[in-house]
């Protein structure tokens, strides 16, 4: 079994990183440890590297002292990867990684090999927060360390919703509010706060959206001119999508938006039956089974029309089997 603290015990320089494109639970698991370390080990030089964190994971404490360039060599004799899968997600902190004396992995992830010296994967767990939680001593885990705990596990299992949410997620989950842990604060946060903007944006797609296929496939287009009005950017449109899906009789969601250059996006979600990225695929993107997407440069409706035949043919199959 990992010893992780006594690994820190012995550490002067430790790296932290996680995989590129941070999510929350990767700022969550690293923020996490930087501030035990910080907390609990005062004379250890500790410093988190990751690449630049969407602005809804900056309310976990410390995120402004993450090092977001991967330029120096910068030496340590302990590196740990956390929610890493593999040594290629870690990008540019992939150097420090190679340059380190020891190194440590502590992941969540089914496919994770064990690239580190050291490495405990627990794949049944919710996120790498609560493997990384389990590894830690729960009384000297301050207030900072677990908001980034709860934050992380928070958005790794979908608010508890998941089904890699255990008891043992709610019991770790159940000591880090006792520290004193804002848990609506964090969820609304992180799940469910938007801009003004995004709000009124949100308004327009669904007035706008429209029902297909005897009401399973609910669709929503937004032209260049919608969003250049509303001063949006494509990460503006993030939940609306989700909105579409959650819609009773609703099987498949498609967003699409169209940017500057009028390339269209084409975003697809399904419940139960449809398998979108067997869509997406032709042309030319990918995927998950229940969340897809492409981008296409060509006549919109007459794309739109074919994913369509697309879906009514899966769903057809469906019904007659
Ligand atoms: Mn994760």
Redesign the pocket.
Same mark, same amino acid.
């Given at each position: 079994m990992l010893n992780l603290l006594s690994a820190l015990e012995k550490a002067k320089a430790v790296i932290i990183s996680g995989h590129t494109r941070p &999510?929350g639970?990767?700022v969550g698991s690293c923020m996490a440890l930087w501030h035990y370390i910080r907390d609990n080990y005062p004379d250890v030089h500790a410093q988190v590297r990751l690449e630049s964190v969407p602005a809804s994971y900056r309310l976990i404490p410390g995120t402004e002292n993450i090092i977001t360039n991967f330029d120096d060599d910068q030496a340590c004799d302990l590196f740990i990867a956390l &929610?890493a899968s593999d040594k290629a997600r870690l990008v540019g902190a992939a150097r420090y990684f190679d340059a380190a004396d020891h190194t440590i992995c502590i992941d969540?992830?089914i496919s994770n090999q064990g690239y580190a010296d050291e490495n405990l994967v627990c794949p049944q767990a919710s996120?790498?927060c609560e493997v990384l939680a389990g590894l830690l001593d729960m009384d000297r885990v301050s207030l900072n360390c677990a908001i980034a705990l709860y934050t992380?596990i928070i958005c &790794?299992s979908g608010v508890f919703k998941y089904s890699s949410t255990s008891r043992r997620t709610m019991e770790i989950a159940g000591q880090l509010l006792e520290k004193g842990v804002p848990g609506q604060q964090l969820i609304d946060g992180v799940f469910y706060q938007k801009t003004y903007m995004q709000r009124k944006l949100l308004g327009r797609c669904l007035q706008d959206s429209f029902l297909s296929l005897d009401g399973r496939m609910f669709s929503c287009i937004v032209r260049w001119e919608t969003m250049r009005l509303f001063g949006a950017s494509h990460e503006d449109l993030e939940g609306v999508i989700d909105q579409l899906r959650m819609t009773e009789g609703v099987e498949t969601a498609v967003l699409i938006s169209e940017d500057e250059t009028g390339t269209f996006k084409f975003s697809m979600r399904s419940n139960r039956q449809v398998d979108v990225s067997r869509i997406c695929e032709v042309f030319g993107g990918g995927g998950h089974i229940r969340a897809a997407g492409f981008s296409v440069k060509a006549d919109m409706p007459e794309v739109f029309g074919r994913v369509e035949a697309m879906v009514k043919e899966q769903l057809d199959a469906c019904t007659t089997d």
């Open positions: &999510d639970d990767c &929610d969540h992830h996120s790498a992380g &790794d």
